[in-house]
């Protein structure tokens, strides 16, 4: 049984959380404020994170900046906010993905689930395949490592995909909204700032120079692609 850790200070919220993702064969806890959160979310013990934004103590922003270094699972945040700033910050401490409220309780569970089977498939993939190396830079799918220079990095799930996913079809251009159906498995509509949010951090573990990239390269009014 997959077991999701639900951060959230609304009682009425998080019952409605824990009983739709029960009846959906989901095991369940649930931490009413972030420092609890957190220390429960350091554990290592669950599958996947749902957390809300606003929290009392450490808000979800905090929550995942502090985690994404230690904990190698999904987190999706919930959020009252509509604003594209608060989706981009929190995508770049290292979110995987958004649920705005109001929400339906099918559409929660929709998206766990998405999330659960994307990490999945990462995980058996990674099993399976072969290093790959350009120049130097070299991903290794099996222990989700990258190293740069000499230098190991561990990319967050998305990065980590995103790269793997450029690097294995170098030279090809991707639009943001095909590699948002690639890696995200879903339809790109309303997250259009994901994909350049988690391109800007792969820069930042893997280009010299991020602010001059030589490898992951924005073909403008097109898309991206990996340049061996």
């Known amino acids: 049984m997959k077991h999701i850790l639900i951060i959230e200070d609304d009682k009425e919220i998080a019952g409605i ?94 998206r766990v689930k998405a999330q659960l089977a994307q990490y999945e498939r990462l995980k058996g993939k990674q099993k399976k395949d072969d290093t790959i190396r350009y120049g130097d830079i070299e991903l290794d799918p099996g222990r989700h490592v990258v190293t740069v220079r000499g230098q190991e990095k561990r990319l967050p799930n998305k990065e980590f995909q995103l790269l793997e996913f450029l690097m294995i079809n170098a030279d090809h251009v991707f639009s943001r909204e095909a590699l948002y159906t690639r890696i995200w498995g879903m339809d790109p509509i309303g997250n259009t700032a994901t994909v350049p949010v988690h391109i800007n951090r792969i820069r930042e573990a893997v280009e010299e120079d991020p602010a001059n990239p030589k490898h992951i390269l924005n073909i403008w009014g097109v898309g991206y692609k990996f340049k061996p």
Request: hydrophobic share 40%; with cysteine; net charge negative.
């Open 17 to 110: 959380e824990r009983d739709y993702l029960e009846l959906s064969g989901y095991g369940t806890t649930i931490a009413e404020d972030g420092t609890e959160g957190m220390r429960l979310a350091l554990t290592g013990d669950f599958d996947l994170i749902l957390m809300d934004v606003m929290l009392p103590g450490i808000d979800g922003f905090e929550i995942c900046r502090r985690i994404r270094g230690e904990v190698d699972i999904p987190i999706l945040m919930v959020t009252a906010r509509r604003n594209d700033i608060d989706k981009i910050r929190g995508l770049g401490f290292g979110a995987d993905g958004y649920i705005e409220k109001p929400f339906s309780p099918g559409v929660l569970v929709a």
